[in-house]
């Protein structure tokens, strides 16, 4: 019985933390562009989100963000993360009972108050932002995590049970046309720079492997 109890209030507790939605009353995520291609991704919880979602729907709306502007990766350039708190304090309540006992003209009257209430309870809503550096292709020479943004929605949207739209089913990037490159480090990765032109002095993006 207490096994099934702390069950039902662990999916009460659940269905109560903020989902993943643009900000409202309950939490959510926002975003300021600070550059043509860097945003500020931040997500804010209520008391029954826990720190972990909160960073994955942080880093789940970044990749959404990067998908919607049309870009296939992205970095975190800075994170900040944290929690608020405050607390709540239940009101009181008091309920008195009592029996009277007369014997001729004595009356004995025993009387008991009961209080409840007034505990103080602390509330802690988390909190995550991203400052996010967008790009079409993939970074080359930048020393720490790129994300591949298709494949973070497509995870992340799985975890929670988010229906990603049809639009946000994972491609690998494509150049963005048949004379894309100067040198290898212009393609995504997995492909080089071949079959150069010359009177523009420029390739296309072949598949390694491929000739």
Same mark, same amino acid.
């Given at each position: 019985?207490?096994?099934? $109890?702390?069950?039902?209030?662990?999916?009460?507790?659940?269905?109560?933390?903020?989902?993943?939605? #643009?900000?409202?009353?309950?939490?959510?995520?926002?975003? %300021?562009?600070?550059?043509? =291609?860097?945003?500020?991704? +931040?997500?804010?919880?209520?008391?029954?989100?826990?720190?972990?979602?909160?960073?994955?729907?942080?880093? $789940? #709306?970044?990749?959404?963000?990067?998908?919607?502007?049309?870009?296939?990766?992205?970095?975190?350039?800075?994170?900040?993360?944290?929690?608020?708190?405050? +607390?709540?304090?239940?009101? %009181?309540? /008091?309920?008195?009972?009592?029996?009277?006992? +007369?014997?001729?003209? %004595?009356?004995?009257?025993?009387? %008991?108050?009961?209080?409840?209430?007034?505990?103080?309870?602390?509330?802690?809503?988390?909190?995550? /932002? =991203?400052?996010?550096?967008?790009?079409?292709?993939?970074?080359?020479?930048?020393?720490?995590?790129?994300?591949?943004?298709?494949?973070?929605?497509?995870?992340?949207?799985?975890?929670?049970?988010?229906?990603?739209?049809?639009?946000? /089913?994972?491609?690998?990037? /494509?150049?963005?046309?048949?004379?894309?490159?100067?040198?290898?480090?212009?393609?995504?990765?997995?492909?080089?720079?071949?079959?150069?032109?010359?009177?523009?002095?420029?390739?296309?993006?072949?598949?390694?492997?491929?000739?």
């Amino acid at each position: 019985m207490t096994t099934r $109890l702390v069950f039902v209030t662990a999916l009460a507790m659940l269905a109560c933390a903020t989902p993943y939605q #643009r900000q409202g009353f309950r939490g959510g995520f926002s975003e %300021t562009q600070l550059d043509e =291609n860097v945003f500020r991704v +931040s997500f804010n919880g209520n008391g029954f989100t826990s720190g972990g979602r909160a960073v994955d729907f942080a880093l $789940l #709306r970044s990749a959404e963000l990067a998908r919607e502007r049309g870009y296939h990766y992205f970095v975190i350039v800075e994170k900040t993360g944290g929690y608020s708190y405050e +607390s709540y304090t239940t009101p %009181t309540q /008091s309920h008195t009972t009592g029996t009277a006992t +007369s014997y001729g003209n %004595t009356t004995q009257v025993n009387a %008991t108050t009961t209080t409840t209430g007034g505990e103080t309870h602390l509330i802690a809503r988390p909190g995550m /932002s =991203n400052t996010i550096v967008c790009f079409k292709q993939k970074p080359e020479n930048f020393q720490g995590m790129v994300y591949n943004a298709d494949f973070v929605y497509m995870s992340l949207s799985q975890k929670y049970g988010i229906a990603a739209p049809d639009a946000y /089913s994972y491609m690998a990037p /494509s150049a963005p046309d048949d004379l894309a490159c100067r040198a290898d480090k212009d393609c995504v990765m997995g492909q080089w720079c071949g079959r150069m032109d010359a009177s523009s002095g420029r390739g296309t993006c072949i598949p390694m492997g491929q000739r």
